[in-house]
């Protein structure tokens, strides 16, 4: 994407344009979707500039408290392993109606601009010192050993040298939790108020209440370009990439910094296993008769979401996206579910199997990469700026660097992207239910069986999804990653 | 070998979800014969497995070897959109609000108002006078107000003053207005009692006595069957299915008589009737509809004893047709019909709050409820 702007190795890169322009097609085909229902009409609609004051004080104060938790949970997600760092995940990667219903839970009065910023930032938490944990891992490790055989004490090692050695991983923690609380949308409907609201509530409510799609796609453009500024004016400044490999889990880690990362994993669980415990005795015989049928069909939409997402950011990182293209990359959003919803509805005609599949797919594919790319990719295509710098230097063709060292090295990294897009694909409904024509998917059955009063069957149907999004998430990643 | 793993596992899990997917509606034009085919947007509730739909449309195939596709959209606001994209014969499930955005909304990309088609006398004059319309067929409805379990609530509330007796602290569920159609009456339910300024008063008052507003019914009526709190908005149809379906008759709708306003400051201003807000749920048949006599005949099996019966146990609404919930069997819903009749005297009063829809959303934003 952008390609022309970059002048440094300009012959080649023009050749990898049939990978960038398709990119650049799928990129804002949603908004050029939505510019026909919008008849081409944009405007500062009424109240945006009050949207965009709440906007950035909600996502910016969940984005602070959310780097201030992964701080403190960072000893805790050296400690974990295998299960416990998807655990510690979990909560970010939960539709957002399991955090919600676990507040109201625990906390049935606190609503307001706190609620939200706390229960965002508790949700991002996990996911941001993983974050920190592993680019403590791949970048400090070796030094940190050296200073602990040298004698030095965990506490000084943390406060001397790797609060600010992680500065990089915190701006990036910043920035992938503040575009997630721009553009998150049921958490501040349920427990905000007028005090949070944001620009998806306002797209929302333009279309619902006036069903402008004018306000709408100019609301989303505004977003867009906030995210774009945001993203610029946070972008990691060059640092020192040191490339070493050591497990810090001895020196560094602690116990009860991952049992208090774990606890709004065992909060949502505890929440839902209780909703879920009388679910069965609702099981009717339609239900049993949908519940396969439903599976298949959400595993499908999950194997497709996470084979696109895994192909999709592979293509981006063959094209070797230079610095600023990644900023461009990590500061793109897709707009609203619903408009995006609207837009794959241009896929093609008509309601049948394959065509809804295909659309929730696509839609779920263009939702959730963006996220998955801030999170995981660029910064890893960050970390492989001086090795590409270097093989440049000595003559070799960005085709061959691409095969031979970015591919590799990402590999591990698109193995846990595509597990996660399977994960959150098998729990949408956002999207889905605009764009299916019947309700395939089990997210959107759980949704169905809410609206005829089996509530607790609904609530066992989403623990259900939990499950086999987890499960589907593990092969997924396992299929994929790259055997040491 | 990995990717082909993938793709083996990709492939089959396809086969056998295709194999699994329903049949109904999917017809094909040789098994049912080369009639017109009838496209059919609804709420997703009407089309789910658990509503009406899916039996309506297999009755109306076999009897008028008509092929039926039957397309779910979510509320009003999006079924309407999805009608911009997907032109349909029949439009079902929009409610007062939703109907009031389909005569006067401008179309997304056109800037002038949908085109509604009347609707044959033939089909009309099955519903009731005061759900009559020509172009608009009304095919259930319901009272909304407050559900209990019987035994938990410290007293029952028999006004909307009374719901600010300190016996109901933190007790009520209620429903965002901007996101809940039952949400969405309350507040109206509200104004029409108290006036604008009064009613904001109310809420502003009730706010200790609310558990929680959540964006759904269904996550409101999900917190109180948990037992988290012992008052929910809701239908009153709801106490209807725990009966039924569940064999519990513990649950019950508080119903509301102004006159016995208890201890608020606040005179209640249109007091003088029992009163509660209605949910009506119509069908529409767009202007540039296809096969618009077919559209008429599905409109026509909706409203008839069948259907009315099958929409009525589907959609846990009362039917409009007085007969059907007073037929044999139907007990439950027969006494709920009976009380809730008593309130049609109220349809008139309910007719202007639409129109007021987005001003007293912005208001309700602002008054940070």
New interface residues.
């Given amino acids: 994407m952008f390609a022309g702007l970059n002048f440094r190795g300009t012959s080649v890169r023009w050749a990898l344009w049939p990978i960038f322009l398709p990119l650049l097609f799928v990129l804002l085909a949603p908004y050029a979707m939505t510019w026909r229902f919008a008849g081409g009409r944009l405007y500062w609609p009424e109240g945006a500039t009050e949207l965009l004051g709440r906007s950035l004080l909600m996502a910016g104060g969940t984005a602070a408290l959310a780097v201030l938790l992964g701080l403190i949970l960072v000893p805790g997600a050296l400690r974990a392993q295998g299960v416990f760092t998807w655990a510690l995940i979990l909560p970010a990667a939960v539709p957002a109606l399991v955090p919600i219903l676990t507040w109201l839970d625990l906390f049935p009065g606190w609503r307001g601009l706190t609620a939200v910023i706390f229960v965002q930032a508790i949700m991002n938490a996990g996911l941001v010192a993983v974050s920190l944990a592993r680019g403590l891992e791949s970048r400090w490790a070796g030094a940190v050993e050296l200073a602990i055989a040298e004698g030095a004490s965990p506490r000084m090692i943390w406060r001397r040298a790797l609060l600010s050695g992680l500065s990089g991983e915190l701006r990036q923690g910043f920035t992938f939790v503040l575009a997630v609380a721009l553009t998150s949308f049921s958490i501040p409907l349920v427990l905000g108020g007028r005090q949070a609201i944001n620009f998806e509530m306002g797209i929302y409510q333009a279309l619902q209440l006036e069903m402008n799609w004018s306000a709408a796609l100019s609301l989303s453009l505004i977003q867009l370009l906030l995210l774009v500024f945001l993203v610029t004016l946070l972008r990691p400044r060059g640092e020192d990439q040191m490339a070493t490999r050591a497990r810090l889990r001895e020196h560094l880690g602690s116990r009860w910094s991952l049992a208090l990362g774990l606890l709004p994993a065992a909060a949502m669980l505890g929440t839902l296993l209780a909703r879920a415990g009388i679910g069965v005795a609702q099981f009717d015989p339609t239900l049993w008769r949908e519940l396969p049928r439903a599976i298949l069909a959400s595993g499908l939409v999950a194997f497709g979401t996470s084979v696109f997402v895994a192909l999709g950011l592979w293509l981006v990182a063959r094209g070797l996206p230079d610095q600023r293209e990644r900023q461009w990359l990590s500061a793109y959003t897709t707009p609203s579910a619903v408009l995006l919803g609207f837009a794959t509805l241009a896929l093609g005609e008509g309601h049948g199997f394959e065509m809804d599949l295909l659309r929730i797919i696509v839609g779920c594919s263009l939702m959730f990469a963006p996220a998955l790319w801030r999170w995981r990719i660029a910064p890893r295509l960050a970390e492989l700026d001086r090795q590409v710098e270097v093989a440049r230097c000595l003559g070799a063709r960005d085709s061959l660097i691409a095969a031979r060292v970015v591919v590799p090295a990402i590999r591990n990294d698109l193995a846990w992207v595509a597990g996660l897009a399977a994960f959150w694909a098998w729990g949408d409904f956002a999207l889905s239910s605009v764009v299916a024509g019947r309700s395939q998917s089990l997210a959107l059955v759980a949704r169905d069986l809410m609206q005829a009063y089996r509530l607790e069957a609904a609530a066992l149907c989403i623990v259900l999804c939990l499950l086999m999004g987890i499960v589907q998430a593990a092969i997924t990643q396992n299929l994929l990653r790259r055997r040491e | 070998m990995?990717?082909l793993?993938?793709v083996v596992?990709?492939v089959l899990?396809?086969v056998?979800?295709?194999d699994?997917?329903?049949k109904w509606g999917d017809s094909s034009d040789e098994a049912i014969g080369l009639g017109p085919r009838l496209r059919i947007l609804a709420y997703?509730?009407f089309?789910?497995?658990?509503?009406p739909g899916p039996q309506l449309v297999e009755l109306f195939e076999a009897r008028e070897k008509v092929r039926v596709?039957?397309?779910?959209a979510?509320?009003a606001?999006?079924m309407?959109?999805?009608l911009?994209?997907?032109p349909s014969d029949l439009v079902i499930g929009l409610d007062q609000f939703g109907r009031h955005?389909a005569e006067f909304?401008?179309r997304?990309?056109?800037?002038q108002a949908f085109g509604w088609r009347e609707i044959a006398s033939g089909v009309t004059e099955r519903v009731p006078e005061e759900f009559r319309d020509p172009r608009f067929v009304a095919f259930d409805w319901a009272p909304i107000g407050f559900v209990y379990r019987e035994g938990e609530p410290k007293s029952i509330p028999r006004s909307l003053s009374d719901l600010q007796s300190k016996h109901f602290e933190?007790a009520l569920l209620l429903q965002?207005p901007?996101?809940s159609s039952p949400g969405l009456q309350f507040l109206f339910w509200v104004m029409a009692t108290f006036g604008e300024r009064g009613g904001f008063q109310y809420l502003r008052d009730l706010k200790a006595n609310v558990?929680?507003?959540?964006?759904?019914w269904?996550?409101a009526?999900?917190?109180f069957?948990?037992g988290?709190a012992p008052l929910v908005l809701s239908y009153a149809t709801?106490p209807i299915?725990?009966a039924l379906?569940e064999k519990d008759d513990r649950y019950r709708f508080a119903w509301f008589d102004e006159q016995a306003a208890g201890s608020s400051g606040l005179v209640p201003e249109w007091g003088e009737n029992s009163f509660h807000p209605i949910q009506i749920e119509y069908a529409a048949i767009p202007a540039d509809c296809r096969a618009c006599e077919v559209a008429e005949r599905f409109l026509m099996l909706m409203l008839s004893h069948e259907g009315q019966t099958l929409i009525m146990r589907?959609n846990?609404m009362l039917p409009v047709r007085r007969e059907v919930a007073f037929a044999p069997g139907q007990e439950a819903f027969a006494k709920t019909f009976e009380r809730a009749e008593r309130l049609k005297t109220s349809l008139k009063r309910l007719e202007s709050w639409p129109a007021q829809?987005?001003n007293l959303?912005k208001k309700w934003?602002?008054?940070?409820?």
């Fill in positions: 990995a990717i793993a993938l596992f990709g899990i396809f056998a979800a295709r699994r997917w329903p997703s509730s089309v789910s497995s658990w509503g596709e039957l397309i779910q979510d509320d606001g999006v309407l959109a999805k911009e994209h997907f955005m909304k401008p997304p990309s056109q800037g933190r965002d901007r996101s558990f929680s507003v959540t964006s759904s269904s996550q009526y999900g917190l069957t948990r988290e709801s299915y725990h379906e589907h846990w829809r987005e959303l934003q602002e008054a940070e409820l």
